[in-house]
Every structure is written in C-alpha cells, then in structure tokens.
C-alpha cells in the first residue's frame, strides 16, 4: 500500500468527521478533489474503543483528529483524548501512514485544566509517537457562543464565564487544517486565530438576539486557574499567529 502523500487526490481520514469543525474539514477536502473517510460512531467507528479504525484506514494517506467530547472535567477529557489518540496513531503505525494532522487549542500547555487536560495529553502522546505529526492550535469557534448558552442557569439567568476570546470561524480552521494535510508533517505550526478579541458574555447575549432566544446573560468569573486563564487573555493568540478573516457579527448573519 502506497501511504505518500500526494498534493492532490489524497484519500484523507476525517476523525470527529460529524463535528463542528469535521464536516467542514470532509466539505473541503472533497471539494479539492481529496476522498474523504468519516471516522465516527455513525459510519461504524469507535475511535474510544479502537473498533473499526484498522478498517478505515484502508487506503488512507493521511489521517486528521478533530474530535471533541462535552465533558469539562480533566480525568474525562483526559480517558477520551488518551484514548482516541493511541488507538489512532497505533493503527496508522499499522496501516504505514505518514501524516497525523491534529486540532488543539491555544493556551492549553499555560492551562492545563478541566477539557483542556485532555489536548495536553493528546499533544504530549503524539511528541512521542513514531508517526510524523502536525498540530495546529485554534482559538475558539464562534458556534462557541451557541454551546454555552444555557449551560448554566441560575432562576432567569444564562451564566457565562468572564472570558476574553478569540473566535474564529470553524470553516477557516478546516481550509488550515487540510493546507496541512496536503503538506509534509510540521510539527507544531503557527496558532490560528479570529480577527478580533471579544467578550464571551457579549457573544452569548448577540447569539441569543439573533436566534430568537433573548436572555438575561450573567457574567461570572470563575474560580482557579483556568478561570484567570479565561480572564486573562491566556487562551487567546499571541504574537507570530495567523488570523482567520470573518468576524462573529459576520458570522451571526449566516445563522439568521
């Protein structure tokens, strides 16, 4: 089997294919002529529990890890991303691929807690596979405001962490995320951010207003470390980090 990567016309593994940012690495990679291969439960893949993955990697050249799972607590995120890395960089030893392509997260190694814990892991296990590897970290999505209305209620409140961020649009980290793929393994890569900072409470309250779902947004700080990290601008992107184009307002107006 021929795993060299080619510029063109590579059959591309899509992890978290069905996510956010995953059907728009599968769109975009189909749209260049690639072949795209979803590896989710949906299509028979169990990356936790490593069922299926041998199978789909058959032919596959390069292999692209986006997936995410909703659990804020470090022990969990750690299990989930330990997990699917390993059972994904042992079968792609075992298929002979060449390139792991990986999306973490901005600030993470400066706060390395809660979900965060688990990209931590996720970068340290792929520093010491054999598998040559490129991670590009992102800032937040803007459907970010989306996920967090709601999460936390208190009577007629919505709850929102003080949080400065970054968001950027989840299409443009997917056209990064396969420039990658079509290239050879770089290591860690420049971060990539939004084209702005902005409030996370301003954010949610704009979601809110244009979804038709007006809310009474209370912002909160939360406690610890990754609540100063949230406040401090910590995980937003520093100098030397390229930054995607359309804004949240931008954004907003395709939800409508």
Do not use: C
């Amino acid at each position: 089997m021929d795993n060299t990567p080619r510029s063109s016309g590579l059959r591309i593994a899509v992890a978290g294919g069905t996510g956010t940012v995953g059907r728009h690495v599968v769109e975009v990679a189909q749209r260049r002529g690639h072949q795209a291969v979803v590896l989710a439960r949906s299509t028979g893949v169990d990356l936790v529990a490593g069922t299926g993955v041998d199978e789909a990697l058959e032919g596959v050249q390069v292999v692209v890890d986006v997936t995410s799972q909703v659990s804020q607590k470090a022990e969990e995120s750690r299990a989930f991303f330990g997990a699917v890395t390993r059972n994904l960089l042992d079968a792609e030893s075992r298929a002979g691929i060449g390139h792991h392509v990986a999306l973490s997260i901005v600030g993470i190694d400066e706060a390395p807690h809660g979900y965060y814990a688990g990209k931590v892991l996720q970068e340290e296990l792929l520093a010491r596979s054999t598998v040559p590897w490129t991670v590009l970290r992102a800032t937040q999505f803007h459907e970010f405001a989306g996920q967090i209305h709601g999460a936390v209620g208190i009577g007629p409140f919505v709850v929102v962490p003080r949080m400065v961020s970054e968001p950027v649009a989840a299409a443009e980290v997917a056209e990064r995320l396969v420039d990658l793929a079509e290239g050879a393994p770089a290591g860690r890569v420049r971060d990539l951010g939004g084209p702005r900072r902005e409030r996370m409470a301003d954010m949610v309250r704009a979601w809110a207003r244009t979804t038709g779902r007006p809310s009474r947004v209370l912002e909160v700080p939360l406690p610890g470390a990754l609540g100063r990290a949230m406040r401090d601008g910590t995980l937003v992107t520093g100098q030397g980090a390229d930054h995607g184009t359309a804004t949240f307002a931008e954004w907003l107006e395709t939800v409508r």
